[in-house]
C-alpha cells in the first residue's frame, strides 16, 4: 500500500541506524541467563571457560540475601575453588582524590597490555548508604571497562564492613577460577576497610599525592606499616619536584618502622596515572616482591593464614548476624540498654544476661 507523505512538523524523521551498544551476541547470552534458571554446574562450567556474564551472575548470588541464592553460591563457590588461588591480589588505598581509579585504569591496562588478565573489585562499606561512592559511575576507568582482558565490578553493598569483606573475598575465588591472574581490590582510604583487604591481598599499595611538607601528617600510622610500596601519584608538571621531594621524606620515616616479616623493605616510588610515567616501575617492585615471598615461603604462609583468619570471621560474622537478628534479643536488648544508662547493670552484666538469655533459648528449644 501506498503511504502518504507526512509533511507535519510533528513527525520524528527517520534518524541514522544507531549501533548496538553490546555485541547480538553478548545480548542473547545476557537474554538466555535472565530467563533461565540456570544451574550450579552450568555455572561453574561457564566460569571456568572465562564467561565474564556467568562470573557477573555468580557474584550476585554471593551478594544476595536469599538464602536459596547463598546456598547456590557456596555450591559454585566450592566447584570453583580448586581452579582459584592461581593469581596475585594486590590491595590499592587512598583518600578520595588521590586518583585511584585514573591509577587503576593505567595500571590495568599496562597489565592487560602484558597479556595479564585484570579483575577490578571494590570494598566500600559506605556504597549501601552512598550508592558507591567507589566504582559506582560508569565514568570511572572507561578505557579498562571496555578491555576485554578486564573485569571490573563494584563494591557490593551491605549493613556492615564484615559482610562487604566476605562477599569481595568470595568474588576473588570466583574471579581466579574465570582466569583472572591479577586481582586488583580497591578500597577508600578511610575507616577500617585497608584492614580487610590487607587481610585479603597478597601486596598492599597505598596511593598518596605530595603536598606543601607536611607528607607524614594526617596518614596512620597503621595504614603506613601495612604498605609494601607508597606510590606518590599526580608526578606530572610542576608536581614533579614535590612528588621527588615527598619521596625523599616518606622513605626516610619507612626507615623507622621495624623490618617487616615478610623479609622485604618498603618502597616509595612516583608516578603519574596521567603520563604513565612510572607505572612500569610498580610492576617491576610488584614482581620483586613476589619473587623474594615466594622464594621464602612468606607468600605461602600469608596465604594460609588469611584463609584461617576468613573462616574465622565468617563465624564470627554468622554468630553476631544469629544474636542481634533474633526476635527474643533484640527486644531484649532495647531494655538492657536502658538499664545500662540508668546505672541498674553493669555493661558486662548486661551483656552477660543477655548472652545467658540467648543460650537458654537453645537449650528450651532442645526440650
Ligand atoms: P580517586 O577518588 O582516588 O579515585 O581519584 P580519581 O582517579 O577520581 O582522580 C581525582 C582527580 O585527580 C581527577 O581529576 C584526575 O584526573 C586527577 N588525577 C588522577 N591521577 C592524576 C595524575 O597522575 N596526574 C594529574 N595531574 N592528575 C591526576
Known sequence: MK???NTSALNEIEGVIQPETISPKAAQNIQQFRRKNISSEELISKILLGDKVALSRAITLVESTNPIHLEKANEVINGCLPFANKSIRIGITGVPGVGKSTFIEAFGKYLTNLGKKVAVLAIDPSSSLSHGSILGDKTRMEELVKDENAYIRPSASGD???GVARKTREAIILCEACGFDTIIIETVGVGQSETAVHSMVDFFLLLKIAGAGDELQGIKRGIMEMA???VINKADGDNIKKANLAKVEFNRALHLFPTKSSGWNPKVTT?????NEGI???WEILTDYIDLTKGNGFFQE???EQNQ????ETINEYLKNQFYHNPTIEKALIDTKQKVIAHHLSPFAGAMELLQLYNSLFILNKE
Open 3 to 5: 503511504q502518504k507523505k
Open 160 to 162: 556492615s564492613l564484615g
Open 228 to 230: 609494601d610500596v607508597i
Open 271 to 275: 608516578c603519574s596515572a596521567i603520563t
Open 280 to 282: 612500569s616501575a610498580i
Open 302 to 304: 600469608k596465604r594460609e
Open 309 to 312: 583468619y576468613w573462616m574465622l
